[in-house]
């Protein structure tokens, strides 16, 4: 059987993976190592994927804790080999949850807290512009939406989830119909 990185499309889709992560504000090097363990057909240890990936020792490491922060990759052992093995996680679905959450705790709720504080002390000025107060408040009321409907989100099975995508822009026809007026305080303006 071929090594994995002797396969064409397994070294471009971890090329892909690495270049995609780039946009996505992950460093390319921990993105194609998670391509690497995602494809792969048993754990493998750092030198492993050092040789694989060529890449540098320290960068394995560095990007191995970082995939393992978002539990999208894990430690494990291999019998009669005392250096610690990973693998990552194979279920779409609860990768992508393990992202989401992660990207939610790390980025949506720090700037959440960060307006609500600003929308707070905005309340007591009156040197402010309106224009500045409402825009910070309309962006916290938006920024709480989003992360309330992540958690309702979040709580869904997976069929529940899969038969949402599969419905796409379907589901609009079960939300009652209303004016125009009333998406003003929900939808961000420029």
């Known amino acids: 059987m071929a090594a994995l990185m002797d396969i064409a499309e397994a070294r471009a889709f971890i090329l892909h993976w690495g270049e995609m992560g780039t946009h996505w504000g992950v460093n390319r090097s921990v993105a194609q190592i998670h391509a690497y363990l995602y494809l792969s057909d048993r754990p493998r240890h750092a030198e492993e994927i050092c040789d694989a990936l060529r890449l540098a020792r320290s960068n394995v490491s560095n ?3 970082e995939l393992q922060s978002y539990s999208i990759v894990r430690r494990t052992h291999v019998e009669a080999d005392r250096r610690d093995h990973f693998v990552a996680e194979t279920d779409l679905w609860e990768m992508l949850t393990r992202i ?3 990207r939610k705790r790390r980025e949506i709720d720090p700037t959440l807290a960060t307006l609500e504080q ?3 002390t905005l309340d ?3 040197d402010v512009p309106e224009h500045v107060r409402e825009r910070i408040a309309r962006m916290h009321e938006f920024m709480g939406t989003l992360g309330h409907w992540y ?7 997976k069929s529940t989830l899969v038969t949402l995508m599969k419905l796409g822009s379907k589901v609009a026809r079960f939300i009652p119909k209303r004016g ?9 303006k420029n």
């Open 100 to 102: 989401a959450s992660e």
């Open 151 to 157: 958690d309702d989100i979040r709580r869904l099975p």
């Open 118 to 120: 600003l929308a707070s």
């Open 63 to 65: 990007g191995l804790k």
């Open 124 to 126: 007591s000025r009156s």
């Open 180 to 188: 125009p007026s009333s998406d003003k305080n929900t939808t961000p």
